[in-house]
């Protein structure tokens, strides 16, 4: 698919549910775009696979005192977006690949609930992280795959967990998934007008570095770089993924 820009965000249909690995993945990589989508009035639910519970350089950090901080940080930079309080599935950091039969049942659960027509998440086959290594961190790749095998394999099938029936949680199919970190994108999404608010709630995660001018140049590099590619000043990068 040839690359081209969303100038108005409005194409993107919602309810809209995004699913990231960990606290900062959705500021980071979409947090323009859903500011423009939750000022729009769509529904936006945010679901984070982990509370980033190893996230940490300190020894003497605790993994439940790192976690309950990086959800305090979480929920203001979610403030700020506009987001509605995130839900934490409060996985252990890391270990997203060793619990994969358990994770695609909650995001089923999840997607059965919310009804959402788009979803944004992680890309499973972002590249060889050539560019970005983060991009292939087990977490990520593995919230993409569980991610794509649960909107498109499972939550329409009825026959995928029957127990959600009883909870009134019907099939359901999205009609497609924006991935974030991929290393051939498909769209851009114009985030100029939102870009103040996109850097405001990345700073929020100072346990992990993101209230410094080092990333504050980091993240304009790479929006400025994303919207030189699309004609504009800043942007977003997603590959669409469509069912079959």
């Not at 009804?115 to 499973?124: C, S």
């Not at 790479?222 to 030189?228: D, K, L, P, T």
Request: charged share 25%; glycine share 6%; aromatic share 4%.
């Amino acid at each position: 698919m040839a690359s081209s820009v969303l100038r108005d965000s409005r194409e993107i249909p919602g309810p809209i549910l995004v699913v990231a690995a960990h606290p900062d993945d959705i500021e980071v990589h979409c947090g323009g775009t859903l500011a423009q989508l939750i000022a729009q009035g769509k529904p936006v639910t945010c679901v984070l696979c982990t509370s980033g519970n190893r996230g940490t350089n300190d020894p003497d950090v605790t993994m439940e005192e790192i976690g309950a901080s990086r959800e305090r940080e979480q929920q203001a930079a979610s403030q700020i977006l506009g987001v509605q309080e995130p839900r934490f599935l409060r996985h252990d950091d890391g270990d997203l690949a060793f619990i994969v039969r358990r994770l695609r049942e909650e995001i089923v659960r999840v997607l059965r609930e919310v009804r959402p027509r788009t979803v944004i998440t992680h890309d499973p086959y972002p590249g060889d992280g050539g560019q970005d290594s983060c991009s292939i961190y087990p977490d990520h790749t593995t919230v993409g795959l569980v991610t794509f095998q649960a909107a498109f394999v499972c939550a329409p099938g009825p026959l995928f967990y029957p127990e959600h029936l009883q909870a009134d949680l019907r099939a359901h199919k999205p009609e497609s998934l924006y991935l974030v970190m991929s290393a051939n994108p498909s769209v851009f999404v114009d985030i100029s007008q939102t870009w103040p608010t996109k850097q405001a709630a990345i700073r929020q995660h100072k346990s992990q570095g993101r209230a410094t001018p080092e990333c504050d140049r980091e993240m304009e590099r790479i929006n400025r770089e994303n919207g030189r590619r699309a004609g504009v000043e800043v942007a977003e990068a997603f590959r669409i993924l469509l069912p079959s």
